[in-house]
């Protein structure tokens, strides 16, 4: 799914009047009805009172839309207008003049705390005040309005946005704005949902379809992208009848030290699970013994050294490597490190300590193969790109490295963020049993056994995570967050795999329905 920016979605407003031959006020007209119709099919006439607060622009203009569809189906509905500026909206104008014509109670108008209306817990709150054309500070009034909206603790359901929260920057008091329930967002959702900094402000968000023009969504380019089930359905590459172990790529995964040869059997366990056709390890001597006995599907190479990598020498021809799980930073790790950046040129992936020695050492980040991936947790990514004000800056400072050594950049947190020069793909599974040892080890291999199978850098990325997520969200069901470990994670990657082609489940048929059918 494409994530509009402010700009593409004014654009697109106004190219679906011109070519719909709508009027600006009838688009509003659909986005209010749209609204109304979402909680009519939830309410279905129930009488606890909505509260509904509208500004004076075109935010406002569909609250109030909104509010006179409650009025007419006989919901139990108190309109305000937050009487914040004297410039009103056109077409806020056009809808304050037709909801007078349906109630005598006239919308209240609220211009200072004195005017607060009393709320109960059981009641509803919908926010109309401030849409994505906010620009400018909250006032005070205001401000503690939207503090009363979480003193009362009543359900509060925002239209397109949260009320005081910006499309593309971090808001610097929490308490300018609304922190909404649920947020029925126009034509995409907003990229602040899905950010550590302000994704708090709504709980829940869900796209209304308003009707926008569908050339105008099919073919406009986006700078984010929501990833989901249907965006990876279409990178997945099935497997013919007579293919073999051979067509599917040689993954190696070169890492581990003394305690920490779990890291690698981990990922080595991944790579293979996500369909590469052989792994081999590369490991310390002391790695031996224990991936020979917990994983037999594997092949070993040793370093002469017992306990840390001092050298990386192999005479076999992977397709995708996999460096750094468990490695640690000794400086013969570091010194083979380099030299191995010297002569590769086999796709690359990056993680843990292997991170941790291009942070010590940036001159390394010159030897990348182009399009290398790197999985940094957001410690990791602190000493690769510097520290960050929020997190639009840490993305930009983020595109900016990815640009600079040609790279792809893999933030993981909640909702991973994949990010390739000035693109973002932000994935949508997981849950927190994720926060796990070895959680990022397993992702480690997965993409590694995707690249190796042809999978290019990016796409290997984007379905790696997927799947990653996926697979997590599957197992949790058995297990719960707590007891979520990243050998689940394994464990349920083939179940990920099937998921992708399960159809989802229909509501089943009520027995009056199926009865007049046979009729």
């Known amino acids: ?225 929501l990833i989901g089930k249907h965006e990876v359905l279409p990178l997945y590459k099935p497997r013919q009848k007579f293919s073999h172990k051979g067509q599917f790529g040689h993954s190696l995964i070169i890492g581990g030290s003394y305690g920490k040869i779990g890291a690698v059997t981990l990922a080595s366990k991944a790579a293979l699970s996500a369909g590469s056709g052989l792994v081999t390890n590369y490991t310390p001597k002391c790695g031996y013994i224990p991936l020979q006995s917990s994983f037999p599907e594997a092949m070993i190479i040793t370093d002469s050294n017992e306990d840390v990598i001092s050298s990386i020498e192999f005479d076999m021809e992977p397709t995708a490597i996999g460096f750094g799980i468990g490695a640690g930073t000794h400086t013969s790790t570091i010194d083979a490190f380099e030299a191995f950046l010297k002569e590769n040129k086999v796709p690359l992936v990056i993680d843990a300590d292997g991170l941790n020695m291009l942070s010590k050492k940036k001159a390394l980040l010159k030897l990348l193969p182009e399009n290398t991936v790197l999985t940094p947790h957001p410690k990791e990514l602190e000493r690769l790109i510097g520290s960050w004000k929020d997190d639009f800056d840490k993305l930009n400072k983020t595109k900016a490295f990815s640009k600079k050594y040609k790279c792809i950049v893999v933030i993981k947190g909640a909702n991973t963020i994949t990010v390739s020069i000035n693109k973002l793909y932000i994935n949508t599974t997981g849950n927190p049993g994720l926060a796990t040892a070895g959680s990022g080890d397993v992702l480690t291999g997965i993409v590694t056994g995707l690249l190796s199978q042809g999978y290019n850098p990016l796409e290997a990325s984007i379905f790696g995570v997927y799947l990653h997520g996926r697979s997590a969200d599957i197992a949790v069901e058995n297990f719960g967050y707590q007891s979520l470990i990243a050998s689940h994670v394994i464990d349920y990657l083939g179940e990920a795999f099937i998921d992708l082609f399960k159809q989802p489940e229909q509501p089943p048929v009520e027995e009056t329905q199926a009865e007049d059918e046979q009729e």
């Not at 009320?163 to 610097?172: A, K, Q």
Request: aromatic share 10%.
């Open 1 to 225: 799914m494409k994530i509009l920016s402010k700009e593409q979605i004014y654009e697109g407003d106004k190219l679906t009047a011109e070519r719909q031959k709508i009027s600006s006020t009838e688009l509003m007209e659909r986005a209010g009805t749209q609204i109304f119709n979402w909680m009519h099919m939830r309410m279905q006439g129930a009488q606890v009172p909505i509260h509904v607060f509208c500004g004076i622009g075109n935010n406002g203009g569909d609250g109030l839309v909104l509010a006179r569809h409650l009025i007419t189906h006989g919901y139990n509905v108190h309109a305000y207008v937050v009487n914040c500026s004297d410039k009103r909206s056109k077409d806020f104008l056009v809808n304050y003049d037709r909801i007078k014509n349906v109630t005598k109670n006239w919308p209240t108008l609220l211009s200072c705390t004195e005017d607060f209306p009393q709320i109960n817990q059981e009641d509803i709150i919908v926010d109309a005040v401030f849409g994505i054309g906010l620009n400018r500070p909250v006032d005070d009034w205001v401000k503690a309005l939207f503090m009363h909206f979480r003193q009362t603790k009543a359900f509060t359901l925002s239209i397109d946005i949260p009320s005081g929260l910006s499309t593309d920057n971090v808001p610097n008091d929490e308490d300018s704005v609304v922190w909404a329930g649920y947020t029925l967002s126009f034509a995409s959702p907003k990229l602040v949902f899905f950010l550590p900094d302000t994704a708090k402000y709504t709980v829940q968000w869900e796209v209304l379809d308003i009707g926008l023009d569908q050339e105008f969504l099919f073919t406009t380019q986006t700078e984010v992208e």
